[in-house]
């Protein structure tokens, strides 16, 4: 799967435009200077307006499903552009996936 390096700091929404941010599992592993996210990382999503017969049914948290198959940060699959994942609502109802707009453009390898 080619495609562009996720990191803490890579901008990442819900489909509802809600900004969603990274918790990682990793701190060793990083591209110009930030950390590398992987499927493992935790996002939390704030800000998200979805909302269902006016009940708010925001978007809080994001599960990565598919990651890098070569690419690895401490043996778990890092995040790419391209990478699948889902957002959920508290009750854990899939929203849909997450957009991901800015990202490391390219990174070099140990």
């Given at each position: 799967?080619?495609?562009?390096?996720?990191?803490?700091?890579?901008?990442?929404?819900?489909?509802?435009?809600?900004?969603?941010?990274?918790?990682?599992?990793?701190?060793?592993?990083?591209?110009?200077?930030?950390?590398?996210?992987?499927?493992?990382?935790?996002?939390?999503?704030?800000?998200?307006p979805f909302?269902?017969?006016?009940?708010?049914?925001?978007?809080?948290?994001?599960?990565?499903?598919?990651?890098?198959?070569?690419?690895?940060?401490?043996?778990?699959?890092?995040?790419?552009?391209?990478?699948?994942?889902?957002?959920?609502?508290?009750?854990?109802?899939?929203?849909?996936?997450?957009?991901?707009?800015?990202?490391?453009?390219?990174?070099?390898?140990?």
């Open positions: 799967m080619p495609g562009n390096l996720l990191h803490v700091n890579a901008t990442v929404l819900c489909p509802h435009g809600g900004q969603a941010a990274a918790q990682p599992a990793q701190t060793r592993a990083l591209v110009d200077g930030q950390t590398v996210t992987t499927i493992a990382d935790f996002y939390t999503v704030t800000g998200c909302t269902v017969a006016n009940k708010p049914q925001p978007c809080v948290t994001v599960e990565w499903t598919r990651g890098s198959s070569r690419l690895r940060a401490g043996g778990t699959p890092v995040l790419l552009q391209d990478s699948t994942g889902v957002c959920y609502s508290a009750d854990r109802v899939p929203q849909g996936a997450p957009m991901v707009t800015v990202v490391q453009q390219r990174g070099t390898g140990q």
